[in-house]
């Protein structure tokens, strides 16, 4: 029977977390490894939570650390799983109805104070000193606002043979009365149930006209090929998502698409890509809190400054790829990336010093940057591309 490690980052959601956690715990498929990583939480219960849930339920392991974003929360988990980290028991004696708790030894650059573990989980006092992580056959990410359909988990490993991802639909749910324009990624893909390779991917984004593709919570993956990748999630970023889906779809040889809905997507005010005013934000941000005087501003910086990101680090990784699929590649996605990493030369203040590094990228990709430095000639060409695009492909189908 294979086993699913799942990894959950927790920020500030004790409003949503048992609903999140009640989901993967009944889920009908058992054999789970889960990953619960605390990132700094600063409300009054989402940490406890955590706490009440790792007592009761021996597949669950939880890492309390500092706060340093979502993609260093589930590098833990893949770093985990991986076994790179090593462990002491601070623990000594197991108790009834105690957590047992754990020291990180060795290499601990995203500062985690400590491990946990129901005492259930051990029958005697050497499993302490002996513990070590598990292994796994696949992986899978969950927001700690989201959650499962029962079966997610059942109807993704019956789809696992002989493919490296199963990519299934989220369902939104919209939290009060927020509401914005939303739709499942794989639902824009127009797909049937089916296998697809990474090239097929990659024309069927051009051909729709996906210019963004992203993958966390939207699929499971097989761990042996994950580990070969050494794919990580940037640090400090918002939109790692769309690197880290971009380059684990490029490199895999099999896609299963399963167009069903598996995951609930919630869309709360409030969240990471939805900062609004009033939002406390964590600590990893505070020098942008300080760079700048209003949300828009730090919430566009940080937008663009994460595109910046993802678009240079891919350039970094098509170099050494083959030809064909880097040009598909840069075909489908390299555009809207440049778009939106060069709003950040409309900003006057630029505290992580990106503009001069983006200069450079742009010299190589976008001869003509310099003349849309303006904003109105910025927009035009903007919209021109936009018109282009469009008519081409109604030409094509033609």
């Given at each position: 029977m294979k086993?699913?490690?799942v990894v959950i980052p927790i920020y500030n959601v004790e409003k949503y977390?048992?609903?999140c956690l009640n989901s993967v715990i009944n889920q009908t498929y058992k054999k789970l490894e889960i990953i619960l990583v605390n990132d700094g939480s600063t409300d009054k219960n989402s940490f406890n939570i955590a706490k009440e849930y790792t007592l009761t339920d021996t597949r669950i392991t939880l890492f309390n650390k500092e706060n340093g974003g979502q993609s260093t929360a589930r590098n833990i988990g893949i770093k985990y799983f991986n076994g790179e980290y090593s462990f002491k028991n601070r623990t000594k004696i197991l108790k009834e109805n105690s957590l047992i708790e754990f020291n990180v030894e060795g290499d601990n650059s995203y500062k985690v104070?400590?491990?946990y573990k129901s005492h259930k989980a051990f029958k005697n006092e050497k499993e302490l000193k002996e513990f070590k992580n598990p292994n796994i056959d696949y992986i899978i990410f969950l927001d700690s606002d989201d959650y499962w359909k029962v079966n997610c988990i059942e109807e993704c490993i019956k789809r696992m043979n002989g493919v490296e991802?199963?990519?299934?639909?989220s369902e939104p749910y919209f939290e009060g009365h927020f509401r914005k324009k939303w739709s499942s990624l794989l639902e824009l893909y127009n797909y049937q149930e089916r296998i697809i390779t990474p090239i097929e991917w990659l024309k069927r984004s051009i051909e729709y006209n996906i210019t963004s593709f992203y993958f966390i919570w939207s699929g499971m993956i097989d761990f042996d090929f994950l580990k070969s990748l050494?794919?990580?999630f940037i640090d400090r970023i918002i939109h790692e998502d769309h690197h880290?889906?971009?380059l684990l779809f490029f490199q895999s040889n099999l896609i299963y698409v399963f167009p069903r809905e598996m995951h609930i997507y919630r869309i709360r005010q409030n969240s990471t890509i939805n900062i609004s005013k009033g939002f406390k934000y964590p600590n990893h941000l505070k020098d942008l809190v300080?760079?700048?005087d209003n949300y828009d501003t730090i919430k566009q910086y940080y937008s663009s400054a994460s595109i910046f990101f993802v678009l240079n680090l891919s350039i970094i990784f098509l170099s050494s790829q083959n030809k064909k699929g880097a040009d598909l590649f840069k075909e489908?996605?390299?555009d809207h990336m440049i778009e939106n990493a060069f709003k950040i030369f409309f900003i006057d203040n630029d505290p992580w010093k990106l503009k001069p590094r983006l200069s450079i990228v742009l010299n190589n990709y976008f001869i003509f940057w310099k003349f849309f430095k303006n904003k109105k000639l910025f927009l035009l060409y903007k919209y021109f591309r936009k018109i282009t695009k469009f008519l081409t492909r109604v030409l094509i189908k033609k």
């Open positions: 086993t699913v490690g977390l048992r609903e104070y400590s491990m991802i199963v990519w299934f639909k050494r794919l990580k880290f889906g971009m300080k760079a700048f489908a996605f390299f």
